[in-house]
Each structure stands twice: as C-alpha cells, then as structure tokens.
C-alpha cells in the first residue's frame, strides 16, 4: 500500500540545479530510511543520498557531496533531491526508495523494500 512518486526531473545546462520531490502515500515511520538511488550495473542500484522519512542526519555518495542534499519535510510526506552544480555525468533516471525497518540512512539498495517510477534528470554541456 506504500506509494512513492518521484517528481521535478528536466533538462538543464551544466551548472544548474533541480529539486526532485519523492511523495509518500500509506504509513512510514519517521524512523525509516529514505533513499535516492540511480542506475547501475549488476544488480543492486547505486544510492546517492539518505535520510530518515522525519529528518536528520544524512548519508552521501562521495561523488554527490557538496553538490546534492537530502532535505525532507515529514508535514508534506515527502522526501527532496536538491541537485546544485550539474554536471553531464549526473544524467539518469533518479529513483526514491524507502526502507523496510527502521535504521540509519544508508545507501543499500537491497535492505530497501518501496520504490518509486523513478524522475530523469538530463545535464547538457
């Protein structure tokens, strides 16, 4: 019954910034982890950026760190990409998922049980 949608892909120029949006339907608790994932080879997705559904700390990529933040704002049941400084390698299709259990936001695809459609992000240079 949990839902997630992914929002607020496009095309920008390199350099530019998008925030996608993952909204959230059904019940999750603020202590889940929530995760932006991309695509990668083999069978587990490469996750980018982590947080608790209710906020907090948060857990990075080294290759999205000081570009990407992971706000979320449990009022509006959904969870943000913030993507600042685009480059061309950051295009892909942006996956947001939620874990099955409480825990400390990480980046492991497979502890993951609620996925989304997924939003593209397209970089020009």
């Known amino acids: ?3 997630l949608v992914e929002s607020g892909g496009g ?3 390199a350099g530019g910034s998008l ?3 993952c909204a959230v339907s059904g019940y999750i608790r603020s202590s889940t982890s929530m995760c932006w994932f991309l695509p990668a080879p083999g069978e587990e997705r490469a996750g980018v950026a982590a947080i608790r559904f209710g906020g907090g700390p948060t857990t990075y990529a080294d290759s999205v760190k000081g570009r990407f933040t992971i706000p979320a704002d449990g009022a509006k049941n959904t969870v943000y990409l913030q993507l600042n400084s685009l480059k061309p ?3 892909a299709m942006y996956y947001c998922a939620a874990d099955a259990f ?3 936001p990480h980046l492991i695809a497979s ?3 609620y ?3 997924g939003t593209q992000v ?3 240079s």
Request: no cysteine; charged share 15%.
């Open 102 to 104: 409480s825990s400390n």
């Open 111 to 113: 502890a993951y049980k």
């Open 19 to 21: 925030r996608l949006s």
């Open 115 to 117: 996925w989304g459609q």
């Open 122 to 124: 397209t970089v020009s």
């Open 1 to 3: 019954q949990v839902q």
């Open 11 to 13: 095309s920008v120029q």
């Open 89 to 91: 390698e950051d295009t």
